[in-house]
């Protein structure tokens, strides 16, 4: 187990260089604090909205920074995004569950909406590995991942998890990915961007209100929390997977589309749908060329290494389970992670290992 706390712990001083010391060398950094100084839009001409002018700068940055990947001006950085995000849907999915079991509950790690407020600030390529070794390192499930360990006493808010990340994140996103100017105003758009920053307040919030109103009356008895446990871990698991893999996909094919067909496509913007332009990462630190660029090359490195991180968490927690038989698996962990990863994206893939290990341990 301590291989596994050690390579996540050594990609936090990675991603604290590949996320922000190449985003102050490349000059993304210091273009974006220009515009906030100047509350302007990265084009340098337009102004911010008087009320965005009398927010906090931290939020024009975020403004500045998401701009070009959410209205779609820089193709592949919106593409990225939509990759990535559909797959945190699986990843959140995944750390809301492990905040309820048994052998987590109540400890320091359960406090996940502050971790997710952190990487949302600092980026999850540093908090996402730092929160996951810390994960590996207080969690008793790794080692010793029994029943009484995995299972989540308050069904309730097992139940409410599907619902909570449909109203808290998933919502949120959608409103983000409303077209501007076509359907949505600029002021519109700007405070989806920021309201879409909190997900993490949103889904806990969310699981709060559909936990006590809604399944208020859930029976918690010690029978139905193990009887239940599997059905509802499903449907949760379920819901993260669909979620996580339609997203992938779509990028996919958009990406191989333009390459089988590229006449379908304007010739100007098919470099930048390969899928090299789209997911690879480059420690390239030469001037970007717009905001749209180096945001593309923050979230190349966020998506590789919390994918990273995620999937070595993920083979840590079966380390200690049987996964023979498992019809889905071709005997080596790894080589599954990898496998499912073109399936359902890394994040996806790393959520069908701990659903695996769900099974096979709750399932006995």
Not at 78 to 84: E, K, M
Not at 334 to 344: I, K, M, N, Q, T
Request: with cysteine.
């Amino acid at each position: 187990m301590s291989s596994y706390k050690f390579l996540l712990a050594s990609l936090v001083p990675f991603g604290i260089y590949t996320l922000h010391s190449i985003s102050r060398t490349n000059g993304l950094f210091p273009q974006l604090t220009e515009a906030c100084k100047a509350k302007t839009f990265t084009d340098s001409t337009t102004a911010w909205p008087t009320w965005l002018q009398n927010s906090p700068e931290l939020a024009g940055f975020l403004v500045n920074f998401f701009w070009p990947l959410a209205t779609g001006s820089h193709i592949a950085g919106a593409l990225n995004s939509l990759a990535f995000v559909g797959n945190s849907f699986a990843m959140w999915i995944v750390t809301m569950i492990e905040a309820g079991r048994g052998g987590t509950r109540g400890g320091m790690i359960s406090y996940i909406t502050i971790y997710g407020l952190l990487f949302q600030l600092a980026g999850i390529g540093i908090i996402g590995p730092a929160y996951l070794s810390l994960n590996l390192s207080l969690s008793p499930i790794p080692s010793d991942p029994k029943i009484p360990n995995l299972a989540i006493p308050d069904l309730a808010y097992l139940r409410a998890i599907p619902y909570a990340l449909l109203t808290g994140f998933v919502l949120p996103t959608l409103a983000v990915a409303l077209p501007y100017p076509n359907l949505i105003c600029k002021d519109t758009k700007i405070a989806a961007l920021l309201f879409w920053q909190a997900f993490p307040l949103w889904t806990w919030i969310s699981t709060e209100v559909f936990k006590r109103v809604v399944f208020a009356t859930e029976l918690a008895l010690p029978a139905d929390v193990k009887k239940k446990q599997l059905p509802l871990l499903r449907n949760a698991y379920g819901l993260g997977l669909i979620l996580a893999a339609s997203t992938h996909v779509a990028v996919l094919s958009i990406s191989l589309g333009s390459s089988m067909a590229p006449t379908l496509f304007r010739a100007r913007v098919t470099r930048d749908l390969k899928l090299a332009s789209i997911f690879l990462p480059t420690f390239a630190t030469e001037e970007i060329a717009s905001v749209g660029e180096g945001g593309l090359r923050f979230l190349q490195w966020d998506y590789a290494i919390i994918s990273l991180s995620q999937i070595v968490w993920a083979v840590a927690q079966t380390s200690k389970v049987d996964r023979e038989g498992l019809g889905f698996s071709v005997g080596n962990v790894w080589v599954d992670a990898a496998l499912r990863s073109v399936v359902f994206g890394p994040l996806g893939a790393a959520l069908t290992l701990v659903w695996e290990r769900d099974e096979v341990v709750l399932g006995a």
